[in-house]
Nanobody
């Protein structure tokens, strides 16, 4: 049975760190690129912040998080991670993990085959 769930969100002060996890039990993670999206406002489109492909380990970061966030995956544990450092108030939002076949595409939300339910990250003093 497929399980696709994020965890690790919470309230953190500016400059702090959080590590998000994505449990993908039941999904052959080695066949999928893992994406992390975030939604800053309810009526805004989800923004992709990072992606890591399954075959060549290509990694992509949005300009807004480059140098602060790090995406990783442990295929044996069916788990993906997003390490977030030096968090800023503008990083506040709901973070989702999502999976698409093999490579990091440019298709955005429509290209994803699986979605988690999201975890809230709040950065505030």
């Amino acid at each position: 049975q497929l399980r696709f769930v994020e965890s690790g969100g919470g309230l953190v002060q500016p400059g702090g760190s959080l590590r998000l996890s994505c449990d993908t039990t039941g999904l052959p993670l080695d066949r999928y690129a893992i994406n992390w999206f975030r939604q800053i406002l309810p009526d805004k489109e989800r923004e992709r912040v990072s992606c890591k492909s399954s075959i060549d380990e290509t990694t992509i970061y949005a300009d807004t998080v480059q140098g602060r966030f790090n995406i990783s995956r442990d295929n044996a544990k069916n788990t993906a991670y997003l390490q977030m450092n030096n968090l800023k108030p503008e990083d506040t939002g709901v973070y989702y993990c999502a999976a698409e076949p093999v490579y990091c595409s440019g298709r955005g939300e429509s290209g994803m085959h699986y979605w988690g339910t999201g975890t809230l990250v709040a950065v505030s003093s």
